[in-house]
């Protein structure tokens, strides 16, 4: 797989890498936030979506009808992108979007269609209709070499804005398409040894239960197809040919996370993570944690982040549970962490309102009425992280 970085075009803007006081005085390290939320549609998805447009207008021409299936924030990119470049897109959502996407999808110029309960639904759905349209573009939301590509280039912004390799690097991860961008960008520029830590919520971790079929359940460096599956597994698997990993599909989606809800992951994403030298750290969270990360980025950076992105920042706002991933066996001196250096991938999107951040402090103070731990997963290994 090519690991070229392709130049900004115009479409996608770069993105600030900022130094968080906030977040490096917490954690005791040097803490940087890349805000992709800051691109024209408001989520890293602008990047790759973008360019996968402007490539099927070359090959099509502007008559080309662009057709994908999202649970909201690709859609926007699709949409903002189509009209940027001029063409028409149709976008396929889940009945259970909330209506503010819906309408936003609308105002920037795109056909929506409802269907289906899930994000799966939606795709059949698609496909169905692109057959019958001679100008159809059927465009992935996460599982597509170009996208990856597109994202890649934030990485290349990273080496450009910071001059140094970091020691770690944090992001959501659903489908693939964003720790695909920055695995591909990783090794672009020479940053392969830098580890990566991919965050989910419970419920809706596709991504860590490849991590765990491949690896028989992180036990082994080496990647290794699965034997068996234990019949309690909340998914079916299915062996990629092409790239020889073991692939989850999800019977259900439980999280409320629903940017981050992929019944399966890209299989040429699982690939790149397990031959990653680095490493990829696989890390599942409560929603509640990640409501607890929304708000406090919110009181101290003033943004709001939707479930999926706070998803990334909640080590940010634990500091027990950032030196549990990063140092778990408690190797590092105080001076030696302080010498650290880690970037959160700010990824966006746009399901999130004022409401909603509200709604989530009368969560939390139900939750730790029930319970007075956050219950984490890292690798098959649990943290329990007092609240």
């Known amino acids: 797989m090519s690991a070229e970085i392709v130049p900004s075009s115009g479409v996608w803007i770069e993105t600030p890498l900022i130094y968080s006081s906030h977040i490096s005085d917490r954690l005791g390290c040097s803490a940087y936030l890349k805000l992709e939320n800051l691109q024209p549609s408001q989520s890293f998805k602008y990047r790759g979506i973008s360019l996968r447009l402007q490539e099927a207008k070359a090959q099509n021409g502007p008559g080309l009808h662009v057709f994908i299936a999202s649970s909201g924030n690709a859609g926007l990119a699709a949409a903002v992108a189509a009209r940027t470049l001029g063409v028409r897109c149709t976008v396929y959502l889940p009945v259970v979007v909330a209506k503010d996407t819906q309408d936003m999808?609308?105002?920037?110029?795109?056909n929506?269609?409802?269907?289906?309960?899930?994000?799966?639904?939606?795709?059949?759905?698609?496909y169905q209709d692109a057959e019958e349209d001679p100008h159809a573009v059927v465009l992935s939301s996460y599982d597509d070499p170009v996208l990856w590509r597109g994202h890649s280039s934030m990485v290349k912004e990273m080496k450009n804005q910071l001059h140094h390799p970091p020691?770690?690097?944090f992001c959501s991860v659903g489908g693939g398409g964003?720790?695909?961008?920055?695995?591909?960008?990783?090794?672009?520029?020479?940053?392969?040894?830098?580890?990566?830590v991919a965050l989910e919520t419970h419920g809706s971790n596709c991504f860590y239960h490849a991590g765990s079929l491949n690896t028989q359940g992180f036990s082994s460096k080496i990647p290794t197809l699965p034997t068996n599956i234990p019949p309690e597994a909340p998914y079916t698997i299915q062996i990629s040919e092409e790239y020889q990993v073991a692939v989850p599909h999800m019977h259900a989606l439980t999280s409320r996370a629903a940017s981050l809800g992929a019944t399966s992951p890209a299989p040429g994403v699982v690939h790149m993570a397990l031959n990653h030298a680095g490493g990829v750290k696989c890390v599942c969270i409560p929603d509640e944690l990640a409501m607890f990360a929304a708000r406090g980025f919110a009181d101290e950076h003033k943004f709001l982040l939707e479930l999926a992105c706070s998803t990334t920042m909640a080590p940010a706002y634990s500091h027990e549970l950032f030196w549990r991933i990063l140092d778990p066996i408690s190797e590092l001196s105080a001076e030696e962490k302080q010498r650290k250096n880690v970037i959160f991938v700010v990824c966006g999107g746009v399901k999130v309102t004022p409401d909603e951040l509200s709604e989530y402090a009368h969560i939390l103070d139900r939750a730790a009425e029930v319970e007075k731990q956050w219950k984490v997963v890292c690798n098959g290994t649990e943290i329990c992280i007092q609240k």
Not at 112 to 126: H, N, Q, R, T
Request: net charge negative; with cysteine; proline share 2%.
């Open 167 to 169: 020691d770690a690097i």
């Open 178 to 196: 964003l720790i695909g961008g920055i695995l591909l960008g990783c090794q672009s520029v020479v940053w392969d040894d830098v580890p990566i």
């Open 112 to 126: 929506v269609v409802l269907v289906g309960e899930i994000y799966s639904d939606a795709l059949k759905a698609m």
């Open 105 to 110: 999808l609308q105002k920037k110029g795109a």
